[in-house]
C-alpha cells in the first residue's frame, strides 16, 4: 500500500520535526487543529477557482496530517480523543476540499464536475464509514486500493496538472471499489452466524 510507503519514507522527515514541536510545548491536538484549519483555508482558494495554487498548496497540509502523530508518538501524548480527534477532522477535512470543488464547478457552470466532486466526496466517506463500522464490530480494516492519503495524491495531481475531473472520476470509482473491499474483508473476518 501507498500509505505505508509515504510512512516509512515520511518518518524520516517528520520524526526531527516532531522532537522540534514537542520541545516547544506544541501539543499533538494543536497541531491536528491547525493542520484541519490550513485545509479550510486552502479549500477557500480552491472554491475561488485557484486550482493549481490550491493543488500546491495541499502538499503542505498533507505534511501536517503526518505531523501530529508523530508529536504524539515523540512525547509520549498519544491518547484516544487525540486518535479521534485526527481521525474525524480528516473527514471533515475532505469534505471542506470536495464542497469547495463543488463550488467552484457550480460558478463555472461544470455540471459534470459538481456530479464527480460530489460522488468523489460520498464514495470516500464511505470508505472511512466501513473502516469505522469493521472497527466498532472489532474487525482491524485499513486495506483497499484507495486509503485518503492515495486519494489526497491523486487529488493533488489533478489540481497541479489541470487534470482534475479526471482525478475525480478515479477517485470516485477507486474509492467506492475500496469501500467494496473493506465490506468483503470484514465479512470474511466477521461471517455471518
Not at 110 to 130: E, F, K, N, R, W
Amino acid at each position: 500500500m501507498v500509505t505505508n510507503l509515504a510512512r516509512t519514507w515520511g518518518a524520516r522527515i517528520l520524526q526531527p520535526l516532531a522532537q522540534f514541536l514537542g520541545g516547544l510545548g506544541v501539543s499533538p491536538n494543536a497541531v491536528t487543529l491547525f493542520g484541519f484549519f490550513l485545509t479550510v483555508a486552502v479549500a477557500g482558494i480552491l472554491a475561488a477557482g485557484h486550482t493549481q495554487l490550491a493543488g500546491v498548496l495541499l502538499i503542505l497540509t498533507l505534511g501536517f496530517d503526518a505531523v501530529d502523530g508523530a508529536v504524539a508518538r515523540a512525547t509520549g501524548t498519544t491518547s484516544r480523543f487525540g486518535a479521534f480527534l485526527d481521525s474525524t477532522l480528516d473527514r471533515w477535512a475532505e469534505v471542506v476540499l470536495f464542497g469547495a470543488l463543488v463550488w467552484h464547478f457550480l460558478g463555472a457552470g461544470q455540471d459534470t464536475g459538481v456530479i464527480l466532486a460530489t460522488a468523489a466526496m460520498a464514495m470516500s466517506l464511505l470508505v472511512s464509514y466501513t473502516r469505522a463500522r469493521a472497527e466498532g464490530i472489532g474487525v482491524q480494516c485499513k486495506e483497499g486500493i484507495l486509503t485518503r492519503f492515495e486519494r489526497l495524491v491523486l487529488l493533488i495531481a489533478g489540481l497541479i496538472f489541470n487534470l482534475t475531473i479526471w482525478s475525480l472520476w478515479i477517485i470516485a470509482i477507486l474509492a467506492g471499489v475500496t469501500a467494496v473491499q473493506r465490506i468483503w474483508l470484514t465479512w470474511q473476518a466477521a461471517p455471518i452466524e
